[in-house]
């Protein structure tokens, strides 16, 4: 086993056993143990248990996102403050104060990434789990948590005629091969078009001014339309299972996303106005901002001058008041 392999045994061995727990479960239940559908379903159930794993990593990405979005003035201060300055002390000195930001705000640009990067080693692992059916039952072996008639059904089982295994560039052994190409088509389009819509929502809605106004907006920008072209491109070498669990998992991204759009808009954005809208017609009064450490400017302006107020009268000299003397 080659170093990569190790590293991801442990992942294709939970993967598998996930799989196999949702699969005996469905076969309690009363459906064929050898039926594709009850594969498909053990397939959802994985997305389910991992998504569902995820949702206190999705709560800080999303505290994470008000963060960036409260700390976009300041940061476009300093790109300003430093623009047209190459030399390495200037980028120094910019990378330190940046640094310091997201320090302030508890938050970086790196924790929008966190789902897709944890979630990241179980797609793999399900890759390599599925594509290897194939070669795994000529060879009479298990894999992970598959037992041996367990691999054997799962490459015999099918949907509409098309082999879970089976994917696009490589079709598949005792399927139809009209029905996987029209089968693998339409997983890939449903996978990148739901991928697209969750984030142009994201971009059309939930962002405020200063945020679609910043250098970083642009390279979202771009990767609005590269994802996914790169998981099209990439969904003719996934196997059907694999495309399943990933379109799954995007429509979950959908959903998810749509509710917190809704619910628990970015300040400043035309969900936010929308939210309060609705909250004013109904007379109940407005949402605190869900994460980050800056406060609104209003507010801390009027803190400030409430601050300034209290010094002010602790200051001022207090004049003695004279007594009335007795007359004689």
Request: aromatic share 10%.
């Amino acid at each position: 086993m080659d170093f990569f392999g190790t590293i991801m045994f442990p992942f294709k061995w939970l993967v598998s056993a996930i799989m196999v727990g949702f699969h005996d479960g469905l076969s309690f239940i009363g459906l064929p143990a050898a039926n594709g559908w009850t594969w498909t379903l053990s397939i959802i159930g994985l997305v389910l248990v991992i998504r569902a794993a995820l949702i206190p990593v999705f709560v800080k990405q999303i505290k994470a996102q008000r963060g960036m979005q409260l700390l976009q003035p300041d940061l476009k201060k300093m790109q300003d403050k430093y623009k047209g300055k190459t030399d390495q002390l200037s980028r120094q000195a910019m990378a330190q104060e940046q640094m310091a930001l997201y320090k302030k705000h508890g938050t970086n640009p790196f924790s929008a990434c966190l789902p897709m990067l944890i979630q990241m080693p179980f797609f793999f692992a399900l890759f390599q789990v599925l594509s290897g059916i194939s070669t795994a039952k000529q060879g009479g072996i298990g894999i992970g948590a598959m037992s041996v008639d367990q691999v054997k059904q799962f490459d015999e089982s099918s949907i509409f005629g098309a082999p879970l295994s089976a994917s696009l560039l490589h079709g598949g052994a005792g399927g139809n091969e009209v029905v996987v190409w029209i089968l693998s088509i339409v997983m890939i389009l449903a996978m990148t078009a739901s991928q697209f819509i969750t984030q142009k929502q994201i971009m059309a809605k939930n962002m405020s001014e200063e945020a679609m106004a910043s250098p970083f907006m642009r390279q979202q920008k771009m990767m609005l339309y590269i994802l996914p072209v790169v998981f099209g491109v990439g969904g003719i070498n996934f196997p059907i299972g694999v495309l399943i669990y990933w379109t799954t998992t995007n429509l979950w991204t959908m959903a998810q996303q749509f509710f917190v759009i809704r619910r628990m808009p970015t300040p400043g954005s035309p969900a936010a106005k929308a939210l309060a809208e609705r909250r004013a017609a109904k007379g109940l009064p407005a949402l605190p901002i869900l994460g980050g450490k800056k406060v609104d400017a209003q507010a801390e302006a009027a803190a400030a001058a409430a601050a300034a107020a209290i010094a002010e009268a602790k200051s001022q000299r207090i004049q003695p008041q004279r007594k009335n003397r007795k007359k004689k």
